[in-house]
């Protein structure tokens, strides 16, 4: 069974940063797409960040380009998202999923999600 659990959002002002947490359990961490989505009040999911944790490529929302790092650490099956120079309009509820790389990019997208964790950036 494959789980994923978020940890690391919380409370901000503009400008600041927050380093959200990913742990994987029943999954095949070293050979698949992992990544941050997130969703604000009234509007769609949105895609923020991607690794390939074979190959350690990365892939970045317009949005977040320059602010956002997405990395993993393989020996505890983890992926974070560092956030710097935070914006109110970070502010979401953000979600780790994970899948292999033909269906995470898929129409339907990854089909393993954890259960999102609050970033809330004030002004």
């Known amino acids: 069974q494959v789980q994923l659990l978020e940890s690391g959002g919380g409370s901000v002002q503009a400008g600041g940063s927050l380093r959200l947490s990913c742990v994987a359990s029943g999954y095949s961490f070293g050979t698949n797409c992992m990544g941050w989505f997130r969703q604000a009040p009234g509007k769609e999911r949105e895609w923020v960040a991607t690794i390939y944790t074979a190959a350690t490529s990365t892939y970045y929302a317009d949005s977040v380009k320059g602010r956002f790092t997405i990395s993993q650490d393989n020996a505890v099956n983890t992926v974070y998202l560092q956030m710097n120079s935070l914006k109110p309009e970070d502010t979401a509820v953000y979600y780790c999923?994970?899948?292999?790389?033909?269906?995470?990019?898929?129409?339907?997208?990854?089909?393993?999600w954890g259960q999102g964790t609050q970033v809330t950036v004030s002004s």
């Open positions: 999923a994970a899948d292999d790389p033909v269906t995470y990019w898929t129409t339907a997208g990854p089909r393993y």
